[in-house]
């Protein structure tokens, strides 16, 4: 019989092994076989924990939302202004836990999955969502409404496709020319409304 409190402790080295072995793939085309390999545990215990692989991949993907809502209410706590809000939206996206090339390619390989699996494909609803109202936040202080929701989806987009091209590279990602880039469409679209900062 497992230690209490291991439960846990194996879950989160299973979905951590899972987001690897997407990593390393650049599809979700690996075992449960190989990431309980990964995780240290046997595919027998993989299993007694998230059934079928569907399940261990909806889990990763719960997890991968749920350290982005975490870290992205932590930075808007802090920030200061509307435009602050929004800034910090941006860095959290492209943060050192957030775009790496691990993660990156978890996210990938779950934006083509979604085109088959519906609950994917409401998970990532979820995390479009979450997105815009985050950017949402900030924005409508400093834009009328309709102007605000075009900037928002816009920013979210080059987010997302800052991603994919990231995804299409070697070595490491460059976090600080990728929000430079968000950063320089956002000025550019506050500028033309006369709200810079």
Same mark, same amino acid.
């Given at each position: 019989?497992?230690?209490?409190?291991?439960?846990?402790?194996? &879950?989160?080295?299973?979905?951590?092994?899972?987001?690897?072995?997407?990593?390393?793939? #650049?599809?979700?085309?690996?075992?449960?076989?190989?990431?309980? #390999?990964?995780?240290?545990?046997?595919?027998?215990?993989?299993?007694?924990?998230?059934?079928?692989?569907?399940?261990?991949?909806?889990?990763?993907?719960?997890?991968?939302?749920?350290?982005?809502?975490?870290?992205?209410?932590?930075?808007?706590?802090?920030?200061?202004?509307?435009?602050?809000?929004?800034?910090?939206?941006?860095?959290?996206?492209?943060?050192?836990?957030?775009?790496?090339?691990?993660?990156?390619?978890?996210?990938?390989?779950?934006?083509?999955?979604?085109?088959?699996?519906?609950?994917?494909? &409401?998970?990532?609803?979820?995390?479009?969502?979450?997105?815009?109202?985050?950017?949402?936040?900030?924005?409508?202080?400093?834009?009328?409404?309709?102007?605000?929701?075009?900037?928002?989806?816009?920013?979210?987009?080059?987010?997302? #496709?800052?991603?994919?091209?990231?995804?299409?590279?070697?070595?490491?990602?460059?976090?600080?020319?990728?929000?430079?880039?968000?950063?320089?469409?956002?000025?550019?679209?506050?500028?033309?409304? #006369?709200?810079?900062?």
């Amino acid at each position: 019989m497992p230690k209490v409190g291991m439960e846990p402790l194996r &879950r989160k080295a299973l979905i951590d092994a899972t987001i690897s072995a997407i990593g390393e793939r #650049g599809s979700l085309d690996v075992t449960m076989s190989e990431i309980a #390999g990964r995780a240290g545990v046997s595919s027998a215990l993989a299993h007694h924990y998230f059934g079928a692989k569907d399940e261990l991949l909806a889990a990763t993907m719960r997890h991968l939302l749920s350290e982005l809502l975490i870290d992205t209410t932590a930075a808007l706590r802090v920030a200061a202004t509307p435009r602050a809000r929004v800034s910090a939206v941006i860095s959290v996206n492209f943060s050192d836990k957030q775009f790496r090339a691990a993660t990156i390619a978890a996210w990938l390989a779950f934006y083509v999955e979604a085109q088959k699996s519906p609950a994917l494909r &409401r998970l990532l609803r979820i995390y479009a969502h979450r997105l815009q109202s985050n950017l949402m936040s900030g924005l409508t202080q400093l834009l009328p409404r309709h102007e605000a929701e075009h900037v928002a989806e816009a920013t979210a987009a080059l987010i997302d #496709g800052l991603y994919i091209r990231r995804a299409l590279r070697e070595g490491i990602p460059n976090a600080a020319s990728a929000i430079a880039l968000v950063e320089d469409y956002l000025e550019t679209k506050l500028s033309q409304a #006369g709200c810079a900062s």
